[in-house]
């Protein structure tokens, strides 16, 4: 099936309703009128069994699951209270819902907040984009991920194209406490360790039938997470992005194509359910398809894998074995 820019997470859905139906998914970040709301929605039309809705305020989820519930009365969704800033409700999030599924068929990496303008940490003391889109993940993942090996089942980590920016300081992700604080390359920290957390999950869990992905799901101009981006703010993100780009080389298109809302969720949902993906774990994927362009090293180097997955041991004060 072709799949390209424009196609509609309903469309993915409808075109993998054998691999949805029945199923079990968990989302973080689910707020309407977000790309993970949109997910959850789209998701809905395939008649699974569960979806678990994860995330810090449930007034935000809410009309997600009255929405789901006026269209899907079938689905049981699950409202899952998790505060990504804090390690503590993070380990209380992944022990609900171990106690509540057998098996996890799709954990869905989504929620994400981007460019804070201000230097914040989390309650755990790590730089906020860092500690919320990379290490809470990291700590939910390994937590929940015997029931996503009960299901042979698939990780999806939300990233971006604002990987480019940059990569992992893993002397210091915490940019000297602020002094060396920027916006865009601590989004850019966190969005290469998406990848760099799903390559490493793609060779770890392979043994177990686990596959994981990282992907872009677009440039969604009327998603949540751009609010709090100012067009000066934005303006500066591209000139950063810009200048990591080698001589000649050019910015992706799909780095800034604006997508629509309806569309934004396609590529999560093409590799939450595509079978055609069955041996390309681990892959990047764009515009609901394994992306053609090599990443760049910062996010593919086999060093870089094992130094992230070291770092967030370390950070989390866990060790984690497959």
Same mark, same amino acid.
């Given at each position: 099936m072709?799949?390209h820019?424009d196609?509609?997470?309903?469309?993915?859905?409808?075109?993998?309703?054998?691999?949805?139906?029945?199923?079990?998914?968990?989302?973080?970040?689910?707020?309407?009128?977000?790309i993970g709301g949109q997910t959850?929605?789209?998701?809905?039309?395939g008649?699974?069994k569960?979806?678990?809705?994860?995330g810090?305020?449930i007034?935000?989820?809410q009309?997600?699951?009255?929405?789901i519930?006026?269209?899907?009365?079938?689905v049981e969704?699950?409202?899952?209270k998790?505060?990504?800033?804090?390690?503590?409700s993070?380990?209380?999030a992944a022990?609900e819902?171990?106690?509540k599924?057998?098996?996890?068929?799709?954990?869905i990496?989504?929620?994400?907040?981007m460019?804070v303008?201000?230097?914040?940490l989390?309650?755990?003391?790590f730089e906020?984009?860092?500690g919320?889109n990379h290490?809470?993940?990291?700590l939910?993942?390994?937590?929940?991920a015997?029931?996503?090996?009960?299901?042979?089942g698939?990780?999806? @980590? *939300?990233?971006? +194209?604002?990987? !480019? %920016?940059g990569g992992?300081f893993?002397?210091?992700?915490?940019?000297?406490?602020?002094?060396?604080?920027?916006?865009w390359h601590?989004y850019?920290?966190?969005?290469?360790a998406n990848?760099?957390?799903?390559?490493?999950?793609?060779?770890?869990?392979?043994?177990?039938?686990?596959l994981?992905?990282?992907?872009?799901?677009?440039?969604?101009?009327e998603s949540?997470?751009?609010?709090?981006?100012?067009q000066?703010?934005?303006?500066?993100?591209y000139?950063?992005?810009?200048?990591?780009?080698?001589?000649?080389?050019?910015?992706?298109?799909?780095?800034?194509?604006?997508?629509?809302?309806?569309a934004?969720?396609s590529?999560?949902l093409?590799?939450?359910l595509?079978?055609?993906?069955?041996?390309?774990?681990?892959a990047f994927?764009?515009?609901?398809?394994?992306?053609d362009?090599p990443?760049?090293?910062h996010?593919?180097?086999?060093? @870089? *894998?094992?130094? +992230?997955?070291? !770092? %967030?041991e370390?950070?989390?004060k866990?060790?984690?074995e497959?």
């Amino acid at each position: 099936m072709a799949f390209h820019k424009d196609t509609t997470g309903a469309e993915v859905v409808k075109a993998y309703a054998n691999e949805t139906k029945g199923k079990t998914f968990l989302i973080t970040g689910p707020s309407t009128g977000t790309i993970g709301g949109q997910t959850a929605l789209d998701l809905a039309a395939g008649s699974p069994k569960t979806i678990l809705l994860a995330g810090r305020d449930i007034s935000k989820i809410q009309p997600v699951i009255d929405q789901i519930a006026k269209d899907h009365p079938s689905v049981e969704t699950v409202f899952i209270k998790l505060d990504l800033t804090d390690l503590a409700s993070v380990k209380e999030a992944a022990k609900e819902v171990n106690s509540k599924v057998d098996q996890l068929d799709v954990l869905i990496n989504n929620a994400g907040v981007m460019a804070v303008k201000d230097y914040t940490l989390t309650k755990d003391g790590f730089e906020l984009q860092f500690g919320v889109n990379h290490i809470a993940h990291f700590l939910l993942t390994n937590l929940l991920a015997p029931k996503i090996i009960a299901a042979k089942g698939r990780i999806v @980590n *939300v990233s971006s +194209l604002g990987y !480019l %920016s940059g990569g992992v300081f893993f002397d210091d992700p915490g940019f000297s406490g602020g002094a060396k604080y920027n916006p865009w390359h601590a989004y850019a920290q966190s969005k290469t360790a998406n990848i760099l957390f799903a390559k490493a999950l793609a060779a770890k869990l392979a043994p177990k039938g686990v596959l994981a992905f990282a992907l872009n799901p677009g440039l969604v101009m009327e998603s949540k997470l751009m609010t709090n981006v100012s067009q000066e703010s934005f303006g500066e993100g591209y000139a950063i992005t810009m200048a990591s780009l080698a001589e000649g080389e050019e910015l992706p298109s799909a780095a800034m194509t604006p997508k629509s809302l309806a569309a934004s969720s396609s590529t999560t949902l093409y590799a939450a359910l595509s079978p055609d993906l069955s041996n390309q774990s681990g892959a990047f994927l764009v515009d609901a398809q394994v992306w053609d362009v090599p990443l760049k090293k910062h996010a593919t180097a086999e060093e @870089n *894998v094992e130094k +992230l997955w070291d !770092l %967030s041991e370390k950070l989390v004060k866990e060790k984690f074995e497959y």
